[in-house]
């Protein structure tokens, strides 16, 4: 801790902060332009360990608990609704597979705020910071590098 602000600013900066940084970093990679969500960059092309989104079945059991996830569209209104599928149009996939791109760097970026928080808060604090960042984030990259793949296979049907 940098800074000692007591337990009442500390908790409440801790809540505050959080909430602010994420929907800013959601906001900031909603207005990104789609072209740069390339699905097959080394970012997001699918590795040999995740057999094309199984190993996130095998390992995490994905397909149980995926539906519990909040769909980002809930707060940007104008967002893609990725929480099911709502058209069979090769469009509405190529669409799809982007923002899976889109809400996976968008986690990637809500995680890393996280040393900021060492400034106000004890170290015992720090550790539960990360623990909420990390929590809050991982299952919804690990959702679409699940569903990335499938989008792909999908998109594969309808040729190129």
């Not at 994420?22 to 740069?36: A, H």
């Not at 080394?42 to 057999?51: D, G, H």
């Not at 599928?85 to 899976?100: A, C, D, H, P």
Request: contains cysteine; proline residues 5%.
């Amino acid at each position: 801790m940098i800074i000692d602000l007591g337990n009442f600013w500390t908790l409440t900066l801790n809540i505050i902060s959080w909430p602010v940084l994420q929907v800013g970093i959601s906001l900031i990679c909603f207005k990104i332009p789609d072209r740069y969500f390339k699905h097959n960059s080394i970012l997001y092309r699918t590795k040999a360990f995740e057999k094309n989104g199984n190993f996130y079945e095998k390992v995490f059991k994905v397909k149980k608990w995926k539906h519990l996830l909040p769909d980002g569209s809930a707060v940007i209104k104008s967002g893609f609704k990725k929480r099911k599928l709502v058209l069979s149009e090769k469009q509405y996939f190529e669409k799809f597979r982007i923002e899976t791109c889109r809400a996976e760097i968008t986690h990637i970026l809500q995680i890393l705020p996280f040393p900021l928080f060492i400034i106000w808060n004890p170290w015992w604090a720090f550790l539960i910071m990360i623990f909420y960042s990390l929590a809050v984030n991982i299952p919804c990259i690990i959702v679409q590098r699940y569903n990335r793949p499938r989008l792909s296979s999908v998109l594969d049907k309808f040729g190129s």
